[in-house]
């Protein structure tokens, strides 16, 4: 083997033979301090110590580097790894890594399994330590003179008001994370770069050891680094793959929103140090914090907890496409229609048809199924789930109430309002077979009479296919708020 020297924005490696020495560079960086002799050598027995929980074989020992008129340099001494087998050469040539990400996240998953049970994961985790390294990063950038906003101009300030809005609505969500064991002593810093696939196996290497407190993360955290990194590879897909079967393989019932929360915060751990290497005068770095920042709001956006409010007079559609939305989107369905009958101790397909306002509709009931209904959904959304919510919200009292329950738990409130002609709609109740509704063409003329207005909903009409109507109710779900208050009409 050649001969080579690899560098990083903390450590030189140089390749030789069948070896790689790895030495830290003398920099204060703020979030690691290698500047004394006494401090790298420090780094280095601890960074054996942590990887040969991972790669034992790799990890070969401590020597040391002569350098002229200078003491020498410890050195981490590790097997040398073969450069046509590194998981990023190998995502970027398109060669198939399928079965590698596979085994890898179920080693991944096992490693993290035997991570102990330390009270002092206790302590580094949960919202406010995630919190507080979101806002190290964020104020470290902007001490170099926010880099990111030459090329993505407001960029930073986007990116600080999605995470805040983000945690403060989901602490309970991430305290129960700690108390269901899911917090680790991981990797911390799982690139594909530091990813080998040899035919015995995937080797990770390189993990973080500077910082202790940075590694003791949620275990999805941990995992998500290398999801993002196959993503801003160009292979997206993959890295939704390995996320998947590192679930699976865990059992992980985290929501969706916190995946791509912790793919949006490793981006930008990586944006971060990309900005760093620029100030070190890497010109390229610019570009690549730029395009990491791009992921890191990309998920904000994605993982923003949602309510979704799905309304329209009986017969227009709603039930329909608010079981759409909750399939396209993989968001938790509610529908008043069952929760009512679920409240009167009915199952949901016994009919309960009654006049307008009697039986199991009068003011009384109705008003207690709304309660229910938010009742449920906030406790979904604390922890991290967006929910639909299909109900006639005819009543503004109601939406008001919805609206309320959004602002609290730091949810996108999203109203839509399903419509279709009178004719279609009783057509559509004429030809229904039986089910939670019970409402019927008298039903829908009384409560037509009575519906109150609804200007902040967007009208989603529903005489075409399934298909049209799930695609425009999709585009207005994932719009900012300003956008949907912008093409919100009611014929």
Not at 253 to 272: C, E, G, M, T
Not at 302 to 328: I, W
Not at 340 to 349: F, I, Q
Not at 441 to 447: D, S
Request: hydrophobic share 40%; proline share 5%; aromatic share 6%.
């Amino acid at each position: 083997m050649d001969a080579a020297i690899r560098e990083t924005h903390a450590a030189v490696v140089v390749l030789m033979g069948d070896r790689a020495y790895k030495i830290k560079k003398p920099v204060d960086l703020g979030f690691l301090d290698f500047s004394t002799r006494e401090r790298r050598e420090a780094a280095c027995v601890r960074e054996l110590e942590l990887n040969r929980r991972m790669a034992p074989d790799v990890y070969l020992g401590l020597g040391h580097l002569d350098q002229p008129d200078r003491p020498p340099e410890t050195a981490v001494v590790m097997r040398r790894m073969p450069e046509d087998r590194r998981l990023s050469d190998l995502v970027t040539r398109g060669a198939p890594v399928g079965g590698a990400l596979r085994e890898l996240a179920r080693d991944l998953a096992a490693f993290h399994t035997r991570s102990a049970a330390d009270p002092l994961l206790r302590r580094e985790a949960g919202r406010d330590a995630l919190r507080r390294r979101w806002r190290d990063s964020i104020a470290q950038v902007r001490e170099l003179g926010n880099p990111l906003d030459a090329g993505s101009p407001g960029a930073l300030d986007q990116l600080t008001q999605l995470v805040e809005r983000f945690l403060v609505g989901r602490e309970e969500l991430l305290e129960q994370r700690i108390a269901d064991g899911y917090v680790v002593d991981g990797h911390g810093d799982l690139q594909a770069d530091d990813v080998f696939c040899l035919p015995d196996g995937p080797r990770a290497l390189d993990c973080l050891e500077f910082d202790d407190a940075l590694r003791h993360v949620d275990q999805l955290d941990d995992a998500a680094f290398l999801a993002m990194d196959l993503e801003h590879l160009g292979a997206e897909q993959l890295g939704r793959d390995f996320l998947a079967s590192y679930v699976e393989f865990t059992g992980d019932p985290a929501p969706d929103s916190l995946r791509h929360h912790y793919i949006a915060y490793r981006a930008f751990v990586r944006a971060k140090v990309a900005c760093l290497r620029a100030a070190q005068g890497d010109a390229e770095s610019v570009g690549s914090a730029d395009a990491f920042t791009t992921i890191a709001l990309r998920h904000l956006r994605l993982g923003s907890v949602r309510l979704v409010l799905v309304g329209g007079l009986p017969g227009t559609g709603k039930s329909t496409l608010a079981g759409l939305l909750a399939d396209e989107h993989g968001y938790v369905l509610l529908s008043s229609d069952r929760v009512r009958k679920e409240l009167a101790g009915m199952t949901p397909d016994s009919p309960a048809a009654a006049a307008y306002g009697k039986g199991l509709y009068t003011p009384a009931r109705t008003t207690a199924t709304y309660a229910e209904l938010l009742r449920r959904a906030g406790l979904l959304l604390a922890r991290g789930e967006s929910v639909v919510l299909d109900a006639s919200w005819t009543d503004e009292q109601h939406r008001v109430a919805a609206g309320e329950l959004a602002g609290t738990a730091c949810a996108d409130l999203v109203e839509l309002r399903c419509y279709a002609p009178a004719a279609t709609a009783a057509a559509r109740m004429r030809a229904r077979r039986a089910g939670p509704s019970d409402a019927d063409e008298v039903i829908a003329a009384r409560l037509a009479e009575r519906e109150h207005g609804w200007p902040s909903a967007t009208v989603v009409e529903t005489t075409g296919s399934r298909e049209q109507s799930l695609a425009e109710a999709s585009l207005v779900l994932c719009a900012p708020a300003p956008i949907r208050a912008a093409v919100s009409q009611v014929p």
